[in-house]
């Protein structure tokens, strides 16, 4: 019943919280939010994960810093999903390490469905899992996202992408070390992507939470993340910095930069890097 209730709400405060030796890992962060980096950073090592005799994650490794952004994309069924459940705790692997180490704060999950409670408000949605006497944080976190005016309001009337953004604030009002996110704004048209896209990179640039972004969109990856890995045969294919020199507003040739060296990954073609031209019409 607690483990419904923690999975309904994305929050999972029993996850454990580790000490872990961060010089371990071999990529150095270049968070591009303006605070210092904060939250929690987490290391897999050697992890298996199967299900009935077929075996999906096969002896992963992987280290996320404090404050990085890490996109993960790769195939349908290639354990995207997975590796998030093994990393929020909600699943155990068959073997290996993992661990999670950082400053303070918890770690919050965000799926592609809002899994908002019907019989709760949208402000009680928000708060849920907020100590008593602590429900006005649920109507700052819903200012922050721009539906304070509907915090009365039942789920059901509000539209997806305000579900959504419900979602966002309920994962963000106990101030996340880590925000962990399965194809966030997968069921959204696409304006509303756009706008929300937007928000989660503007809040997480003044909180500074590390965020594991798990998406099909190579746009989305491209604008949001640091860094992007992509899953192939049980294991990191492809562990690539998002390089800008514009932290926080990359500018459009830069994203179509890593767009292009994530496809090349994801798909194994290659794709041009050459500045498009019209002999190529
Ligand atoms: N609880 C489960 N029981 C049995 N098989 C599972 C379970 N969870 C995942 N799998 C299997 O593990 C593989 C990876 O699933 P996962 O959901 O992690 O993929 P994914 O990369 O997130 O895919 P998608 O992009 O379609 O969401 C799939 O073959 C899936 O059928
Ligand atoms: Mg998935």
Not at 99 to 117: I, W
Not at 190 to 217: C, K, N, P, W
Request: with cysteine; hydrophobic share 45%.
């Amino acid at each position: 019943m607690l483990f419904r209730a923690a999975w309904n709400a994305g929050c999972f405060p029993g996850t454990t919280l580790m000490p872990v030796n961060t010089q371990l890992q071999t990529h150095a962060a270049i968070p591009s939010t303006s605070q210092t980096p904060r939250g929690i950073g987490f290391s897999l090592r050697g992890v298996h994960k199967g299900f009935d005799g077929r075996e999906v994650l096969k002896g992963l490794n992987l280290t996320v810093l404090p404050g990085e952004a890490v996109a993960v994309v790769g195939k349908s069924g290639c354990g995207k999903s997975t590796l998030l459940r093994l990393i929020a705790g909600i699943d155990k692997p068959d073997s290996g390490e993992i661990g999670l180490f950082g400053t303070a704060g918890g770690v919050r999950v965000m799926f592609q469905d809002a899994r908002l409670l019907p019989w709760k408000t949208v402000r009680d949605n928000v708060a849920i899992g907020l100590p008593a006497g602590e429900k006005r944080r649920a109507d700052a976190a819903l200012a922050k996202v721009g539906l304070l005016e509907r915090a009365a309001d039942w789920p059901a009337v509000l539209s997806g992408g305000q579900k959504q953004r419900v979602a966002l604030a309920r994962a963000l009002v106990s101030s996340p070390g880590l925000l962990l996110l399965d194809e966030p704004l997968g069921a959204l048209d696409a304006l509303t992507r756009y706008e929300m896209r937007a928000l989660i990179g503007e809040i997480r640039a003044e909180q500074g939470f590390s965020m594991l972004l798990v998406t099909h969109d190579v746009e989305e990856a491209a604008i949001l993340a640091d860094r992007a890995i992509c899953l192939a045969e049980g294991a990191v294919a492809l562990d690539c910095r998002i390089e800008t020199e514009h932290p926080g507003s990359r500018t459009i040739e830069e994203i179509a930069r890593a767009e292009r060296t994530i496809l090349n990954a994801v798909v194994g073609t290659t794709f041009t890097t050459e500045p498009y031209d019209d002999k190529h019409l």
